[in-house]
């Protein structure tokens, strides 16, 4: 019964019963926010349920014109937040429908390819070369079968299944890379060991970025004074016996000018600028905030199989007898060469790496494709570096009807040998681990010939053995010897030499640890693989590790233990999912902002957990993607770097944004305040505070929020997780300069009221914008001068300063204008009367940061005082 199950598989009958008990082979779908939940996300800032709340007021008051004014704004910035956020969202569901997963099963005694999904318990997975497994199944029978299990374990070696000894359970999402196997599927869909790491990632619960809790903390303060500040002068005037309805519209006019409006609008298009950038530069961003966040970053905790490195196995020393030799060039592009003291070396030149090379390159299964200028490899990744590594020393390659018979690798021989038919002699190829190789030569190839195998050369064949090994490689051992019978007997064969393999670094690696570690940012490895070969790689990488530890070993350890090893340059290596969780959580409660990198569902959970998760597009799982901030899609460490930067480039246009916004802010609620005590009219109406706040300052901010990056700015630390957007710099700035412009518009208006209330409020009006424009140069920068930066490096200023000016000039001389916000013509001396105030604006600024001794240093402040 057994044996015509094994030949025929499931009936369809069966296949049908098993699906209604298990379902579909896939995981839950993870829930993706549809148009309306993205749009409604646009309207939880506290500073927008403000605006909402006074455009209703406005509007309940008649004062349609504002409320229509506040209510623009509001769809203005929900508008641009949710075309981005959409945008990334169907970017993400275009790469996953780029995948159409299939399998072979065996079905009433024959072969079928089908959709992935439709794989139930039971089936009979045929496996092959290059096959993604669809389930987690028990093998049956099998032939040399190696499984890539990278994607759960980051373990970058195949591992041998179904041998004697071996583990005989295959799982969803890994991949044949040799051999062939029947296996029963096991488990479908959520019940695989894939899909429980998706259901530890569905565990952490949504988190919010810091710039988020930042704004939302900066908005409820703006928010809870506006609100006192508006009620208290309100019901000051009221006890005082002014008209209610008047001091109702100068309440809404207080909170209006407190509350900047434009401030949700700015960060949004500053961030969706930003993001826009850095799509350019193969960095999507999730959420408009996550860029911004990655610029916060202290730590990025990084995988690193396919991560750090190309995830392809690569030759890269050969150790014979008499030669060392170093290998050029990586993955599976046979671009490179070997090389011996400097020189070239082809098989032709040498006869030992000859013999070595041509028994890489025949006794194998592997083989390269080349599709334009782009080289692919079917079959195992350490045979695959054998293949390459013979085109890279010019070996002839083998002809398929000259290989006579075939030992295959076993997981007790560790070796696996061929008989290869050379002329009119044949020849037994022999690879595999090095001690076994050992076992069965009786002699040496050497540069001077063939000679017997003495004690001396064990010796040093083991010691090359050796370093090689603790180097982090590979290692391979080979050997030959002449047959006239064509059988495979593996004894008295002549001992070739060794050849290192490991999976190295991406090329642009290096650099960017170097530039993170410049910028203050800790990198840490958590890895599956091993320690050697992940210290190995650290070493190649200039990655900083005094110690390492493994996942049994962290088990043991309590929190207090993991805390004080955290605070060292530490490198965890055999780590599974949800220690990769723990090791995140333990560096945010010391503080630090973590950045997570992976592309396997093992690193799902983590990349969930950490403040920002960066997953690969090209390489990525599904599920990493969906638990990633940040999608890389070109797969690219460095990406992490630029995003980096691009990130503190936002965070410091916010806060110059904030600031400039605040101080503008201060300065209208001065002047409206005192005016108000002093008991005579309105300096300001609310329209003209709408039209400053909205429009004037609105569109300078948001070229401000386009500021370049500063010098110096990747040779700063990273902030600290407490560090405001204010802070009592910040704080002390506005103060100042609003109580400058404040008083300076209030001096105006009460010096032109003999001329008229209109003239004179319209040019404390004209005088309030004037002073806002040329304030904004007094935060390009927060420490360097005009002229350390170029005052014409951001031409955006200049265009938005130009259009503002004219608009205000359009807003006291165009009828249409002058009805919607009450203004009258002013003359040439209130221009000048305006532009005496205005000019120490521009020059006091620039006095005080030239005099400070790190910009006459021409040094960047590191770290801004809170």
Known sequence: MADTF????????????????????????????????????????????????????????????????????????????????????????????????????????????????DVVPGDILILTPGTKIAADANVLRAADLFVDESVLTGESVPLAKGHPGQSGDVFAGTSVTAGRAEARVSATGAATEFGKIAHLTGSVGTKTTNLQNKLGHLARQLGIAALL????????????GRDLTEMVMTGLSLSVAMVPEGLPAVVTITLALGATAMVRQNALARRLQAVETLGAASVICTDKTGTLTENKMTATQIWTLGRCYDVTGTGYDP??????????????????????????????????????????????PTEGALITLGYKGW???????????????????????????????????????????????????????????????????????????????????????STSDHQIIEEDMTFLGLVGLIDPPRAEVRDAIAMAQSAGIRVVMITGDSPITAKAIAEQI????????????????????????????????????????????ALQAQGQIVAMTGDGVNDAPALKQADIGVSMGIRGTDVARDASDLVLLDDNFATIVRAIGEGRRQFANVQKFVRYLLSSNAGEVIALVISIALGGPLVFLATQILWMNLVTDGVTAVALGLEKSEPEQMQQRPRKKDTPILGLRGIVT?????????????????????????????????????????????????????????????????????????????????????????????????????????????????????MHPRALAGKVISREAA
């Not at 043991?556 to 290596?573: E, S």
């Open 6 to 117: 094994l030949q025929s598989g499931l009936t369809e009958a069966e296949v049908l019963a098993s699906r209604h008990a298990h379902g579909w082979n896939e995981l839950p779908a993870v829930k993706q926010p549809g148009p309306l939940r993205v749009l409604l996300r646009q309207f939880s800032s506290f500073l927008v349920l403000i605006l909402i709340i006074a455009a209703v007021v406005a509007l309940s008051l008649g004062e349609r014109v504002d409320a229509l004014a506040i209510g623009m704004v509001v769809l203005l910035n929900a508008g641009l937040g949710f075309v981005q956020e959409w945008k990334a969202e169907t970017a993400l569901s275009a790469l996953r429908k780029m995948l159409s997963p299939q399998a072979m099963v065996l079905r009433d005694g024959r072969e079928h390819v089908i959709a992935a999904k």
């Open 229 to 240: 500040v508006a009620g208290g002068v309100a019901g000051l005037g009221i006890w005082l």
């Open 335 to 380: 671009a490179g060469h070997i090389e011996f003291d400097g020189e070239r070396m082809r098989a032709g030149d040498d006869p030992v790496l000859r013999a070595l090379l041509r028994t890489g390159l025949y006794c194998s299964h592997a083989r390269l494709n080349r599709d334009g200028d782009v080289w692919h490899m079917v079959g195992a």
């Open 395 to 481: 070996c002839a390659l083998p002809q398929e009807r000259n290989l006579l018979a075939e030992r295959p690798f076993s997981s007790t021989r560790k070796r696996m040998s061929v008989v290869y038919q050379s002329g009119t002699t044949a020849e037994i190829l022999t690879k595999g681990a090095p001690e076994r190789i050992l076992d069965i030569c009786t002699h040496v190839m050497a540069q001077s010939g063939t000679r017997p195998l003495t004690k001396a050369d064990q010796t040093r064949i083991q010691d090359a053995y050796a370093q090689l090994a603790q180097s982090g490689l590979r290692v391979m051992g080979f050997a030959q010897r």
């Open 542 to 585: 200039s990655l900083r590790v005094t110690h390492h530890l493994i996942g049994a070993t962290l088990d043991k350890l309590d929190d207090r233990q993991l805390d004080d090893v955290l605070r060292g340059d530490i490198l965890f290596a055999r780590t599974k999912p949800e220690q990769k969780m723990r090791i995140v959580s």
């Open 734 to 850: 506005i103060l100042v300069l609003g109580t400058y412009t404040g008083l300076s518009s209030l001096w105006i208006f009460f010096h032109l009221m003999d001329m008229g209330v209109e003239l004179a409020r319209t040019t404390a009006f004209s005088a309030m914008v004037v002073f806002e424009k040329v304030s904004v140069f007094a935060f390009r920068s927060l420490h360097l001068t005009a002229w350390r930066i170029g005052w014409f490096s951001n031409p955006f200023l200049l265009v938005a300063l130009t259009v503002t000016l004219g608009a205000q000039v359009l807003a006291l001389y165009w009828g249409p204008l002058q009805m919607l916000l009450h203004t009258v013509p002013i003359g040439l001396d209130e221009w000048l009367l305006i532009a005496v105030f205005a000019l120490p604006i521009i020059i006091v600024p620039e006095v005080f940061k030239a």
